[in-house]
């Protein structure tokens, strides 16, 4: 039986420095110069001969395949505390934990190929890749920390863009401890006790911090590099104007925050200091999310951002919401989509066109009267559909439907300083109550036929005039150029006019001399009358300029109280007979008579007596008068 192995020889422990963590391995070991066991001297004892020790992980973590925490945590220069597993044989050493301080401010010259130090700047470095092209080693002057972990320089925010971040040459950066004469806790966990730490502007007691002693921090980076550091986040206006993204509520006390950093910049910080408790995740571009004490939680990405859900997403939100986007919107639903809003609802386009598109199936835009209360125009349960002038910029808006567009409500109001209507097909419009047209002028206007039936009465009231022009044109000009006929009642037309300046004229035109005015009865009879019998003293007057002709096909009546027929010329009566009141007898032509008159001689005392000496008389009156036997 033995009765000596590991664990019963003794417990032998060490410190040292890591001075190369690449392990081939990939487990986590770190080759350690240990105090007293290895010399200061590379020159006696390179690192490549230094053993690998072993981590040592907490019972947090499994160390096993696909469980577990990565036991990648000490750097170069990290300072740890271990044990020989191997006991004084010291070729096994395990690492237990690491050491903080605060570091030495030495130079690069005092710990260059030195022992115990961070050694990827030391000459001929082999911590560094520095092979050529072809795969050959070549020493370099110095050693390099490119391709080495290292935090921002800076970072640059224009709106829209992408964060550029800005790198530190080779030659500014510095090997482990990047600094001297400051603790190695994170100054985040020092916090507002430690003035050094220079995280935020103040002091604990709300003192300025002096100027050459300026914040320097992740903290201080956010607040210079807010979105809203540029320019408030303006909303659509309807219940906001703007709103900006708040500061970081950071007051931590030591020891309460604890933090997490990584060598290129992230943060983790769970801050548990009393009324200032914090969840803060922070990339090195500047992307963070952070929940404040009361449980506001502020996101912040400096590039793009994507939510990918492969099922389904529900959101809700208590009070508003706002969002400002800076270029396009869009959003696609692969089946129905529904946005209901409580109260009023509004949609604004600055420029450009709106475009409704609807592809397939109806589209419908309703106001829809409460089915609790009667619709009274203006009372409760009353909508209305109304598209206002005043709330639509400069620009056009279509909308548009491949089959049936439909617009519905109990009063649809349309406000419009000019309105043209193109139908490409037929158009019927159907009112069910009374209808109204209303403008300044109105045209109407049909290249073909235009028909117009009311099912009761057609009125049409004028205060100025009606003036119809009927232009025909081959091959559509009909025979009769316009038709008025009544089934049933009289055609009647009537000019009322106080001052006996109006009147019915019937014009035959300028361009009239082949044309006529004609009444005739119906072909089954009747009569026409020419009458003025209803006004006392009223008269008809029948007027030519040349010829006036009355002519009826069996019988032709003149009835009046007194009839004047009067021509300065002549006056010609044809008939078998002229009937004045109730005597009848034969026409006679007065130059007949006149001619018969002047040859006329009768017996006297003295025999037949010569011919009358008024002859002249009977010749200048024979056209005026009628003579009847």
């Given at each position: 039986?033995?009765?000596?192995?590991?664990g019963?020889?003794g417990?032998?422990?060490?410190?040292?420095?890591?001075?190369?963590?690449?392990?081939?391995?990939f487990?986590g070991r770190?080759?350690?110069r240990?105090?007293?066991?290895?010399?200061?001297?590379?020159?006696?004892m390179?690192?490549?001969t230094?053993p690998?020790?072993?981590?040592?992980?907490?019972?947090?973590?499994?160390?096993?395949?696909?469980?577990?925490?990565?036991?990648?945590?000490?750097?170069?220069?990290?300072?740890?505390?271990?044990?020989?597993?191997?006991?004084?044989?010291?070729?096994?050493?395990?690492?237990l934990?690491?050491?903080?301080?605060?570091?030495?401010?030495?130079?690069?010259?005092?710990?260059?190929?030195?022992?115990?130090?961070d050694?990827?700047?030391?000459?001929?470095s082999?911590?560094?890749d520095?092979?050529?092209?072809?795969?050959?080693?070549?020493?370099?002057d110095?050693?390099?920390?490119?391709?080495?972990?290292?935090?921002?320089?800076?970072?640059?925010?224009?709106?829209g863009?992408?964060?550029?971040?800005?790198?530190?040459?080779?030659?500014e950066?510095?090997?482990?401890?990047?600094?001297?004469?400051?603790?190695?806790?994170?100054?985040y966990?020092?916090?507002?006790?430690?003035?050094?730490?220079?995280?935020?502007?103040?002091n604990?007691?709300?003192?300025?911090?002096?100027?050459d002693?300026?914040?320097?921090?992740?903290?201080?980076?956010?607040?210079s590099?807010s979105?809203?550091h540029?320019?408030?986040?303006?909303?659509?206006g309807l219940?906001?104007?703007?709103?900006?993204?708040?500061e970081?509520?950071?007051?931590?006390?030591?020891p309460?925050?604890?933090v997490?950093e990584?060598?290129?910049?992230?943060?983790?910080?769970?801050d548990?200091?009393?009324?200032?408790?914090?969840?803060?995740?922070?990339?090195?571009?500047?992307?963070?999310?952070?929940?404040?004490?009361?449980?506001?939680?502020?996101?912040?990405?400096?590039?793009?951002?994507?939510?990918?859900i492969?099922?389904n997403h529900?959101?809700k939100?208590?009070?508003?919401?706002?969002?400002?986007?800076?270029?396009?919107?869009?959003?696609?639903?692969?089946?129905?989509?529904?946005v209901?809003?409580?109260?009023?609802?509004?949609f604004?386009?600055?420029?450009?066109?709106?475009?409704?598109?609807?592809?397939?199936?109806?589209?419908?835009?309703?106001?829809k009267?409460?089915?609790t209360?009667?619709?009274?125009?203006g009372?409760?349960?009353?909508?209305?559909?109304?598209?206002l002038?005043?709330?639509?910029?400069?620009?056009?808006?279509t909308?548009a439907?491949?089959?049936?567009l439909?617009?519905k409500?109990?009063?649809?109001?349309?406000?419009?300083?000019?309105?043209?209507?193109?139908t490409?097909?037929?158009?019927?419009e159907?009112?069910?109550?009374?209808?109204s047209?209303?403008?300044?002028?109105?045209g109407l206007?049909?290249?073909?036929?235009m028909?117009?039936?009311?099912?009761?009465?057609?009125?049409?009231?004028?205060t100025g005039?009606?003036?119809?022009?009927?232009?025909l044109?081959?091959?559509?000009?009909?025979?009769v150029a316009?038709k008025?006929?009544?089934?049933?009642g009289?055609?009647?037309?009537?000019?009322?006019?106080?001052?006996?300046?109006?009147g019915?004229?019937?014009?035959?035109?300028?361009?009239?001399?082949?044309?006529?005015?004609?009444?005739?009865?119906?072909?089954?009879?009747?009569?026409?009358?020419?009458?003025?019998?209803?006004t006392?003293?009223?008269?008809?007057?029948?007027?030519?300029?040349?010829?006036?002709?009355?002519?009826?096909?069996?019988?032709?009546?003149l009835?009046?109280?007194k009839?004047?027929?009067?021509?300065?010329i002549?006056?010609a009566?044809?008939?078998g007979?002229?009937?004045i009141?109730?005597?009848?007898?034969?026409?006679?032509?007065?130059?007949?008579?006149?001619?018969?008159y002047?040859?006329h001689?009768?017996?006297?005392a003295?025999?037949?007596?010569?011919?009358p000496d008024?002859?002249?008389?009977i010749?200048k009156i024979?056209?005026?008068?009628?003579?009847?036997?």
């Amino acid at each position: 039986m033995a009765t000596s192995f590991m664990g019963k020889e003794g417990f032998i422990w060490w410190h040292g420095v890591v001075e190369n963590r690449k392990d081939p391995l990939f487990i986590g070991r770190c080759k350690v110069r240990i105090l007293g066991w290895h010399t200061h001297d590379k020159e006696d004892m390179p690192t490549e001969t230094l053993p690998w020790a072993y981590p040592l992980m907490p019972l947090t973590s499994a160390s096993q395949t696909e469980v577990g925490y990565s036991p990648t945590g000490p750097v170069e220069g990290t300072w740890i505390l271990g044990f020989f597993r191997d006991g004084l044989a010291g070729q096994e050493p395990v690492m237990l934990g690491t050491m903080g301080g605060i570091p030495e401010g030495r130079t690069l010259q005092e710990t260059q190929n030195v022992g115990f130090n961070d050694p990827r700047r030391d000459i001929g470095s082999d911590l560094v890749d520095d092979s050529d092209e072809e795969g050959n080693r070549v020493s370099p002057d110095e050693g390099t920390l490119e391709g080495s972990p290292y935090k921002p320089k800076s970072l640059l925010l224009e709106p829209g863009k992408p964060v550029q971040i800005e790198k530190y040459e080779d030659s500014e950066k510095v090997t482990y401890p990047r600094f001297g004469g400051k603790p190695t806790t994170s100054k985040y966990a020092r916090g507002m006790s430690d003035n050094t730490s220079r995280v935020i502007h103040h002091n604990t007691d709300g003192a300025e911090i002096p100027g050459d002693l300026k914040s320097e921090s992740i903290i201080a980076d956010k607040k210079s590099k807010s979105i809203t550091h540029f320019s408030p986040i303006d909303t659509a206006g309807l219940f906001s104007k703007s709103f900006s993204e708040p500061e970081s509520p950071y007051r931590a006390e030591y020891p309460y925050n604890h933090v997490y950093e990584s060598e290129s910049g992230h943060l983790i910080e769970i801050d548990d200091t009393p009324d200032h408790e914090r969840l803060h995740w922070y990339h090195r571009s500047g992307t963070f999310t952070e929940i404040h004490p009361t449980g506001t939680r502020v996101d912040r990405v400096h590039d793009d951002k994507y939510d990918m859900i492969w099922r389904n997403h529900r959101m809700k939100v208590g009070g508003s919401s706002f969002t400002n986007i800076g270029t396009n919107y869009e959003r696609k639903s692969g089946g129905p989509s529904t946005v209901w809003a409580g109260g009023s609802s509004s949609f604004t386009v600055a420029s450009g066109k709106y475009e409704h598109r609807l592809m397939n199936g109806s589209y419908l835009l309703t106001a829809k009267i409460s089915d609790t209360a009667p619709g009274v125009p203006g009372g409760p349960g009353f909508s209305k559909l109304q598209i206002l002038k005043r709330e639509i910029s400069p620009g056009d808006i279509t909308i548009a439907a491949n089959d049936t567009l439909r617009l519905k409500g109990y009063d649809v109001q349309f406000e419009i300083g000019h309105k043209q209507t193109r139908t490409m097909g037929g158009l019927d419009e159907s009112v069910r109550g009374n209808a109204s047209y209303f403008a300044s002028t109105l045209g109407l206007g049909s290249s073909g036929e235009m028909t117009i039936a009311p099912g009761g009465n057609l009125a049409i009231n004028v205060t100025g005039g009606i003036q119809e022009t009927i232009l025909l044109a081959p091959p559509h000009a009909p025979l009769v150029a316009k038709k008025t006929e009544t089934k049933l009642g009289k055609l009647v037309m009537e000019c009322f006019d106080g001052v006996a300046t109006g009147g019915i004229d019937l014009n035959m035109g300028p361009h009239g001399g082949v044309s006529s005015i004609t009444m005739m009865p119906g072909a089954k009879g009747g009569h026409i009358d020419i009458a003025s019998i209803s006004t006392p003293g009223s008269r008809i007057s029948l007027a030519a300029n040349k010829m006036l002709d009355l002519v009826s096909y069996v019988d032709a009546f003149l009835e009046a109280k007194k009839v004047q027929v009067i021509a300065d010329i002549e006056i010609a009566l044809k008939a078998g007979r002229v009937k004045i009141a109730d005597a009848t007898s034969p026409a006679v032509l007065g130059d007949k008579l006149a001619e018969l008159y002047k040859e006329h001689k009768h017996s006297t005392a003295n025999g037949l007596s010569g011919p009358p000496d008024n002859r002249a008389k009977i010749s200048k009156i024979k056209s005026k008068q009628v003579k009847l036997s």
